[in-house]
């Protein structure tokens, strides 16, 4: 028996309504009573293997990155019950965008995956930080320098294992000296020779000298050494701000003059001022403020740009000092197994077993260009550390390396308003100093979390 | 006597037993518009009900939730930054929504004529809303950067030099807004162009034989018929320019809010505070407020305008 049709019509009206009507039920019925089935499926097909989130592997641009990281997780799965699985978040999502954030809001964030000092403390003060200490054995805490497992850790436990340390530096184009009629018998050594050197660089197509100009963690991680070097510091050691000081001041300033003179631009190009690739080597300016990465990244993208290294000019009453990021392997205290999770932290960069130890040195020389976080890995390395510019590095700017400091993102917002407004919006340094440090202290004075450095 | 009751009446037309006609088609058009109105409410009106509840909550982003009241309400009132974003919104809004209805209808104007010509113009003003809004901010960034960006090169033949179209607060908001006029005016183009193929020829032609020059057909036949269309582009760019994917995307690629959050409009701010900073019931609070005001002024602009109906009194 076939259906009675509505002559000319492939289906009647009365027709359509009741399949209408039976799609819109199942839609509906799908609605309200599949999800959970489907999410539960979801996450039994996720599987055992623990979630190692980062943006270097197995998607990732530098083919060194992705080997090392493929490598580390094959020798861990061929040797371990408990598997991890490499899940690869392109860097804009990772660090600036939403999917870390908003997977741990879900109660879905992964096992393992990478923070910087900047974002230690929102992540610690969330309880989602594994204690890694058990794990770590008392030969391999002390082959942690102090200034740099400090910022990772809490009452004496370690939550997070640093990878690599990443000193800031200047980097400068040998093309725009000689055609300044410079050497690197210039190369300046003081905040006014690097503004005299950097105008006498500025060219109508290219700026002198070049800073981060976009708000953001990074542009307070670049600025942090401008305000040491005048011994200045943005919190006391009673809690209180301390931002307001001469030395704030006169950072704020000397970022603000080297746009003001011309010598600095107000925007920079690429991924921002982190990349040497877009900015130095492309030309748009002669001296560029960039950590050691900057090696590898000229070199994997700029083999033939010939270019310089120093360590960053200080103030004619200061001392030098940079500062050094760089990653951490963490584990989520709430994930599948935070205990496997954190064994595999340590077993990857924490243990005195050789290949720990060579794991991290070839991060450092081979994937990537860094200073090592450990002792025996900078032994490990052996000469990589002391040729070419890796070598001025390790000899020259290194040694003056103070750890990222970690702060809440309430006092890097005011930090970061500060700068701007000076450096960009032609704000008075000292009203804008005063301001942040009367904000600095409202917000000390209610703040109950770990202790920021 | 009961058979002549049965006998069907012949002065009614013969329907079906059931719903009447009229009925049958209220049910059709209710289940045609059923799935997407259960879309609206799960994945708009549930997360806009789920808001509200986040907005007296402090959230930390990691399952912790303490019931705070009104508290991030209160703290809006307190946030310079708040006010900050609030008055640039309103500025992007002001700068962005007369000149996309002025350009949008100007351009409608320009090709409403159908000819070959014209075609090709419509899609040039229109391909630019096909673009990835993360495309055309990346673009124009390169377009205007400082120095060697095209934009810079050409504005000294206009005797302008030396100007950070996206580095000096006093420009990066002016720039935003040309940037989102160029990618959106395309779209309010077609709008008016619907409008104006609305509008009977017959009138033109009769205003002509009494003499009326184009500037008279303009402001007494075309805009009073535009009214319903003017009314739709006023509220719709409204509501972009205030909440719209281009109000994010371009600002949050092209400047992330600032220099010193000159450009940092309300809802780049709220992603910051929910995505950067973890202040996800706050964030929730502003976006309630920014709802409710949307919602207060597409109301108020509705009664002023009787909703862009023309009225025959």
């Given at each position: 028996m076939t259906d009675i049709k509505t002559p000319g019509n492939g289906i009647s009206r009365r027709q359509l309504i009741r399949k209408g009507a039976l799609f819109a039920g199942a839609g509906l019925a799908a609605g309200l009573t599949g999800f959970p089935y489907i999410n539960r499926m979801a996450v039994r097909a996720q599987g055992t293997p623990l979630k190692f989130w980062q943006f270097y592997a197995p998607g990732g641009q530098v083919q060194s990155q992705v080997d090392w990281f493929t490598q580390m997780i094959s020798a861990w799965n061929d040797s371990h019950e408990q598997k991890v699985e490499l899940e690869y978040v392109p860097n804009a999502e990772y660090i600036n965008g939403p999917k870390l954030a908003t997977s741990f809001a879900s109660n879905e964030g992964p096992d393992i995956f990478l923070i910087s000092p900047g974002d230690f403390l929102r992540y610690y003060n969330g309880g989602v930080l594994q204690d890694l200490t058990p794990h770590i054995d008392d030969a391999t805490k002390a082959d942690f320098p102090e200034s740099v497992i400090a910022n990772r850790m809490v009452d004496g436990k370690i939550y997070g294992i640093p990878m690599e340390v990443e000193p800031m530096a200047m980097y400068y184009s040998v093309k725009a000296f000689e055609e300044a009629g410079l050497n690197e018998n210039d190369v300046p050594k003081t905040w006014d020779e690097l503004l005299e050197v950097a105008k006498k660089l500025t060219t109508p197509n290219r700026y002198g000298v070049l800073f981060e100009t976009t708000p953001g963690y990074y542009q307070n991680f670049t600025w942090y050494p401008f305000l040491w070097q005048g011994g200045g510091e943005f919190q006391t050691?009673?809690?209180?701000?301390?931002f307001d000081s001469p030395a704030t001041v006169q950072a704020l300033k000397f970022w603000q003059d080297a746009v003001n003179s011309g010598a600095a631009p107000r925007q920079v190009l690429g991924n921002g001022?982190?990349?040497?690739?877009?900015?130095?080597?492309?030309?748009?300016?002669?001296?560029?403020?960039?950590?050691?990465?900057?090696?590898?990244?000229?070199?994997?993208?700029?083999?033939d740009f010939q270019y310089g290294v120093f360590k960053l000019p200080t103030p004619a009453n200061g001392k030098y000092v940079t500062v050094g990021g760089g990653w951490a392997f963490v584990a989520n205290a709430k994930g599948k197994s935070p205990d496997a999770a954190a064994q595999f932290c340590a077993w990857a960069l924490a243990s005195m077993d050789k290949g720990s130890v060579q794991r991290v040195a070839d991060w450092c020389t081979k994937a990537k260009s860094d200073m090592p976080p450990r002792n025996s890995a900078l032994q490990a390395g052996g000469d990589a550390f002391k040729q070419g510019n890796i070598g001025t590095f390790a000899k020259d700017i290194h040694p003056g390396t103070r750890a990222e400091p970690r702060v809440p993102p309430e006092v890097y917002k005011i930090i970061s308003d500060a700068i701007q407004q000076t450096q960009l919006g032609g704000a008075d340094p000292q009203q804008t100093a005063t301001a942040a440090s009367q904000q600095l202290d409202a917000f000390l004075a209610s703040y109950s979390g770990a202790p920021i450095l | 006597m009961?058979?002549?009751?049965?006998?069907?009446?012949?002065?009614?037309?013969?329907r079906p037993k059931g719903l009447s006609a009229k009925h049958r088609e209220w049910v059709a058009g209710y289940l045609f518009v059923l799935p997407d109105a259960i879309?609206?409410?799960?994945?708009?009106?549930?997360?806009?009900?789920?808001?509200?509840?986040?907005?007296?909550?402090?959230?930390?982003?990691?399952?912790?939730?303490?019931f705070v009241g009104f508290a991030n309400f209160l703290r809006m009132g307190k946030d310079p930054l708040f006010w900050?974003?609030?008055r640039v919104t309103a500025l992007y809004a002001v700068l962005l929504v007369p000149l996309l209805y002025v350009c949008g209808l100007g351009l409608a104007l320009l090709v409403q004529k159908t000819n070959r010509f014209n075609a090709v113009m419509r899609a040039m003003f229109f391909a630019p809303h096909m673009v990835s809004l993360v495309v055309v901010a990346v673009v124009w960034q390169f377009m205007v950067v400082d120095k060697i960006g095209v934009i810079n090169k050409l504005t000294p033949l206009l005797g302008i030099s030396?100007?950070?179209?996206?580095?000096?607060?006093q420009f990066a908001l002016v720039t935003v807004v040309f940037v989102s006029l160029w990618f959106l005016m395309g779209f309010y183009m077609l709008i008016f162009l619907g409008g104006l193929q609305d509008i009977p020829k017959e009138y033109y032609e009769a205003a002509k034989i009494d003499g009326a020059t184009a500037y008279h057909c303009f402001w007494h036949i075309t805009l009073p018929l535009l009214k319903p269309t003017s009314f739709f582009v006023l509220m719709v760019s409204m509501v972009a320019a205030v909440a719209g994917a281009q109000a994010f995307d371009i600002i949050y690629v092209m400047t992330k809010g600032g220099p010193a959050n000159s450009t940092s409009v309300l809802i780049v701010y709220i992603y910051q505070q929910a995505f950067s900073f973890g202040a996800f019931g706050y964030a929730a609070a502003m976006s309630s407020v920014l709802v409710v005001v949307l919602m207060l002024v597409t109301a108020i602009f509705f009664v002023m305008t009787k909703g862009g109906r023309f009225n025959y009194d």
């Open positions: 050691k009673d809690g209180k701000s301390a001022a982190n990349d040497a690739v877009a900015n130095l080597a492309a030309g748009y300016c002669a001296i560029q403020n960039v950590g050691i990465w900057g090696i590898s990244q000229l070199a994997g993208n700029a083999k | 009961r058979r002549h009751q049965n006998k069907p009446d012949q002065s009614q037309p013969i879309g609206l409410l799960i994945f708009l009106g549930l997360p806009m009900a789920l808001s509200l509840v986040l907005a007296v909550f402090e959230v930390n982003g990691f399952g912790g939730y303490r900050q974003a609030a030396g100007v950070s179209f996206l580095g000096d607060p």
